[in-house]
């Protein structure tokens, strides 16, 4: 499944997981498409001739720009992963740039595997937390510099709390 938007105001909910079958909103959705070639295609919904052209894609970001008719739209795509990291309230994890780690659940600062200054590979180790009687390696999620430690060896931190700032 995964949900299309064009703005704040247009959402769609569109399923595709059998190979012949589609639908829109929970409705089924029935077209003809044809392929003509360099991302340009001919669509033909309930009795409407449509052209469409793939303008830009960004599969990083989930985004395509289509001109249907000359008209241009640009939709932004959601999978299940990315509607649960929102409702996780961690749907910008993956923006610009990260100034701050903050603790993904409560527990226990177990171990500090670095120090104000040094710089960091994305994924490098920077804390262990101890949580539920399981240790959790908490990695860098981008390339920076430590700016600064808000916690201290056996602290007992809350989720959401800012445990190292990047300068």
Do not use: C
Request: glycine share 8%; proline share 4%; charged share 25%.
């Amino acid at each position: 499944m995964l949900q299309i938007s064009t703005g704040p105001e247009q959402l769609w909910e569109v399923d595709f997981r059998a190979a012949d079958t589609i639908t829109l909103n929970g409705e089924p959705f029935a077209w003809d498409i044809a392929n003509l070639g360099e991302g340009r295609f001919h669509v033909l919904h309930e009795g409407r001739s449509y052209n469409a052209e793939v303008v830009s894609t960004d599969f990083a970001a989930k985004n395509i720009v289509l001109k249907i008719n000359g008209q241009r739209i640009e939709l932004n795509a959601k999978d299940r992963f990315d509607l649960l990291l929102e409702r996780l309230g961690m749907s910008n994890a993956t923006a610009a740039k990260v100034n701050e780690l903050k603790a993904p659940m409560p527990g226990l600062i177990v171990d500090i595997r670095v120090e104000p200054g040094q710089a960091v590979q994305k994924g490098d180790p920077l804390l262990v937390l101890e949580a539920m009687k399981m240790e959790n390696i908490l990695k860098a999620p981008a390339n920076g510099t430590v700016g600064s430690l808000k916690v201290n060896l056996r602290d007992n931190v809350q989720k959401g709390q800012v445990l190292v700032q990047f300068s």
